[in-house]
C-alpha cells in the first residue's frame, strides 16, 4: 500500500473530542467505521466502545462493542476499519503498548488532552503518521 489520507468529516472528529473529554482522565477508546480505498480512508462513522482497562493509561475494547461495531458497519455497506483512543495526559503519537498491540491493516486515531489528533497505521513493525484531511459530510 502506498501513502494514504484519513478523511474524516468535522463532526466525527468533533464526536471523538468530546469522547475524549468525557472519559478524562482515563482513556477513551472507540471503533472507525467506514472503507478503505486504494489512496485514502474514509471515515464515515465512530462506534464508542467501553474501556475495560483498569489503567489510567490503558485501553481496553470491550469485545461486544467490536461486535457491534461491525454489525453496524456491515448493516450500512462499511466496514470495521479502525480504532480511535486517547492519551489525556500525553501526545497523539503511539506508546509501546499501542505499537505492540497494533493489528495490521487498522487505522490507529490518537487524540490527546489538549485536543489535538493524528492518524497511524502499522507498516511492517512500525507506525506510520497518515496525513488526515477534514471534511463537512
Do not use: Q, W
Not at 22 to 40: D, H, N, Q, T, V
Request: hydrophobic share 35%; with cysteine.
Amino acid at each position: 500500500m502506498g501513502p494514504l489520507k484519513v478523511e474524516i468529516p468535522e463532526r466525527i472528529i468533533e464526536e471523538i473530542l468530546r469522547h475524549a473529554m468525557e472519559e478524562m482522565p482515563r482513556e477513551a477508546c472507540g471503533l472507525l467505521i467506514g472503507r478503505i480505498e486504494s489512496s485514502k480512508v474514509l471515515v464515515r462513522g465512530i462506534h464508542r466502545a467501553r474501556n475495560l482497562s483498569e489503567s489510567h493509561s490503558l485501553y481496553e475494547v470491550d469485545p461486544r462493542d467490536t461486535y457491534r461495531a461491525i454489525e453496524e458497519a456491515e448493516s450500512s455497506g462499511l466496514e470495521l476499519i479502525g480504532v480511535y483512543h486517547s492519551h489525556p495526559l500525553g501526545a497523539p503519537v503511539p506508546s509501546k503498548i499501542d505499537e505492540e498491540r497494533a493489528i495490521p491493516g487498522l487505522i490507529y486515531l490518537i487524540v490527546s488532552g489538549d485536543g489535538s489528533f493524528k492518524a497511524f497505521r502499522l507498516v511492517g513493525d512500525r507506525f506510520e503518521e497518515l496525513e488526515i484531511s477534514r471534511c463537512i459530510s
